[in-house]
């Protein structure tokens, strides 16, 4: 979909920091950009994303996981991206369906099959034009950050989870290189940024 951009990487990588600094940038200079993120983004969205994230509870069935992110998934596209897609404005969001094929699919090992299936129905034609990947292992990224927030469902899961959900991000670059564009984020959080809107700028999303 023309002019709608997703950043995905693993946990602790600073994609949400990153995002923050490419919406002050946008605002400064007045462009046309929504940001959003996933889960959430839209008032039931969010109340989607505190369940899935809520550190309590732990015992969800990972197809449960699957299907609440779908669902968020959904009423975030009919709130948030289409509208402002429709109004031609460009959209950056944190996070989106690669989210759910490496952290379910491949991750939690309910397949990757599977869950595109399951999105191809929450999404429809609604895919990224592109999507910018920020990498980092996950080894790198919690050391940096000072380790994973217990607080948070997903992050505590364990290391190993997050190695294969890092793997699978490659998996996905792999077979599709086109549709991906690779950041090395081991460097200051400046230099990411500065590449961030060096790849925003030569894809015309910042004119």
């Known amino acids: ?9 693993c946990e602790g990588v600073g994609k949400t920091y990153q995002t923050k600094l490419l919406r002050q940038y946008c605002e400064e200079r007045g462009l046309n950009v929504v940001f959003t993120r996933e889960p959430g983004g839209s008032d039931i969205a969010e109340q989607i994303r505190r369940i899935i994230l809520d550190a309590n509870n732990n ?21 948030i991206v289409k509208p402002a897609l429709e109004a031609g404005k460009a959209v950056i969001c944190d996070r989106y369906v690669d989210s759910s094929y490496v952290y379910q699919g ?8 599977k869950i595109v299936r ?20 996950p080894e790198f990224a919690f050391k940096r950050k000072g380790g994973a927030d217990q607080n948070d469902r ?46 925003l700028a030569r894809r015309g999303i910042f004119k």
Not at 118 to 137: C, K, R
């Open 1 to 9: 979909m023309r002019n709608f951009i997703t950043i995905e990487g």
């Open 59 to 79: 015992d969800m069935d990972d197809l449960c996981e699957a299907f609440l992110y779908a669902a968020s998934r959904i009423q975030h596209l009919k709130d």
């Open 106 to 113: 491949l991750g939690r090992g309910l397949g990757l099959e």
């Open 118 to 137: 399951l999105n191809q129905i929450a999404v429809g034609e609604y895919m990224p034009e592109f999507t910018i990947f920020l990498d980092l292992s």
């Open 154 to 199: 997903m992050e505590a899961v364990g290391y190993d989870f997050h190695l294969k959900v890092y793997e699978g991000y490659k998996s996905l670059i792999a077979a599709d290189p086109s549709r991906f564009e690779v950041i090395d984020a081991s460097g200051t959080k400046e230099q990411t940024q500065a590449k961030l809107r060096e790849v």
